[in-house]
């Protein structure tokens, strides 16, 4: 949530998915190796700093334009994944009303829009998989 950046108020835990099928774009694998490599600060935020525009230029934003455009695409049919919105969130800026926009923790759209990012097959059993569950929690987790 916007107004709750200390994570003081959790209202709606979040879903995300693994996939097993695909390592290379499951969403947990890079979790695990940023934190394999800069470790877990549970008194700090997530990630280090604080101007966004400068993160988007790093992870080459630039690129990703110049790469759709070459494959005539239109980068502004895109929406680049928002570190503080999420993909069920993005899919949605159409609708009327803001609270309309928003998911809701464990809501069809939630559930059914982190599968497709985590690059799950809709057609298979494999879709319906469960999330990660972490079930011994301790200081650094």
């Given at each position: 949530?916007?107004?709750?950046?200390?994570?003081?108020?959790?209202?709606?835990?979040?879903?995300?998915?693994?996939n097993p099928k695909e390592p290379d774009i499951c969403p947990i694998l890079p979790w695990e190796i940023y934190f394999a490599v800069f470790g877990f600060n549970s008194k700090s935020a997530l990630f280090p700093g604080s101007n966004y525009k400068v993160l988007l230029k790093a992870i080459g934003i630039a690129s990703v334009a110049t790469e759709l455009k070459n494959s005539g695409r239109l980068p502004s049919g895109y929406e680049p994944h928002s570190a503080r919105a999420g993909s069920s969130t993005g899919l949605g800026w159409d609708m009327p009303e803001a609270q309309d926009t928003y998911a809701r923790y464990e809501a069809a759209c939630d559930r059914v829009v982190g599968r497709l990012v985590a690059g799950l097959p809709y057609e298979t059993p494999v879709f319906a998989g469960l999330p990660p569950f972490f079930e011994k929690l301790d200081e650094t987790v």
């Open positions: 949530m916007m107004n709750d950046q200390e994570g003081e108020f959790q209202r709606d835990p979040r879903h995300v998915y693994t």
